[in-house]
């Protein structure tokens, strides 16, 4: 039974002065206790997949082009530094540490709509982006020539410009396997299927991704960003075997950089929602002002 204050105290009067500085210690409430700081530099990352022209096309995951561009505006009126991954990466490696409020920008899937839309504005703001295709469709829509900005995908000839711009990097999302179906969402196992056949179909899915953008970009992608944000048990072990130094999300959560490399792994993210101001989104999340 705990024992009331009142109590306490007449009781402690009757301790030897260990015995009472135990429990005074074991009667401290949870709100009295120092909060613990983590360790490690904050690092913010957003979550966007499409843009668009039209306020009718917007959803869950399409968003105006106008208010990315006015995000990229919030964020260098109110103090904030784009990073690339690749001042992530150096800030584990201790080569130079990321700024204060540092946020990196995603986009998931490889829609034409990026690059159509945000990669122009990229030099303006000086800023930087991650981007994550699917290989199937980017094969698919490299032997197309539909660019409609409202469903269509790019190809690798988008890819190769963007990546030859500095301000993009190029990342893993699997090669096909960005579906539900058969119980499964992603890289996840499916239904009845066992752990060694598993792994035999993601190892085979991420090595036909990696070794077609080796041939497309010249060099396999670092950073692969789980389709859905499904992340099975065993999944930043497999990526780890196939060459990834780094994964990311879906869960809603700031990320602390340190110079351990493990922190780069399963890194969370705030996906953008459609129709909220940037003021007061970022506010919301992040707690500042």
């Known amino acids: 039974m705990v024992l009331s204050l009142r109590k306490a105290a007449r009781r402690l009067a009757l301790l030897p002065a260990a015995a009472a500085v135990l429990l005074l210690c074991l009667l401290r409430t949870p709100d009295s206790a120092p909060a613990a700081r983590q360790p490690g530099t904050q690092l913010r990352v957003v979550m966007y997949h499409g843009l668009t022209q039209k306020k009718s096309e917007t959803g869950r995951y399409v968003i105006e082009a106008d208010l990315f561009r006015r995000d990229l505006e919030y964020f260098r009126r109110s103090g904030y530094t784009v990073v690339s991954m690749q ?59 539909d660019r409609n900005p409202s469903y269509a995908y790019c190809g690798w000839q988008e890819l190769r410009e963007m990546q030859r711009s500095g301000r993009v990097e190029i990342a893993g999302h699997s090669y096909d396997c960005h579906s539900i179906g058969q119980g499964a969402q992603g890289i996840a196992p499916r239904r009845g299927e066992t752990q060694a056949a598993w792994r035999l179909r993601i190892a085979a899915d991420l090595g036909r991704m990696q070794q077609t953008a080796v041939q497309q970009l010249g060099a396999a992608p670092r950073v692969f960003v789980y389709p859905f944000g499904a992340v099975p048990p065993e ?7 196939a060459g990834f130094t780094a994964t990311f999300g879906c869960e809603s959560r700031m990320n602390f950089i340190t110079q351990d490399p493990a922190c780069l792994y399963k890194l969370g993210r705030w996906l ?18």
């Open 87 to 145: 001042q992530v990466y150096d800030a584990v490696a201790g080569s130079r540490p990321l700024p204060e409020r540092a946020v990196l920008l995603t986009f998931d899937d490889g829609l034409y709509s990026v690059y159509l839309y945000a990669y122009p504005l990229l030099e303006e703001y000086d800023a930087c982006l991650l981007f994550a295709p699917i290989g199937r469709v980017t094969d698919q829509y490299t032997d197309s020539r």
């Open 235 to 241: 999944g930043d072990a497999l990526l780890r075997e």
């Open 272 to 289: 953008r929602p459609p129709h909220t101001d940037s003021a007061a989104f970022y506010r919301s999340i992040w707690k500042e002002t």
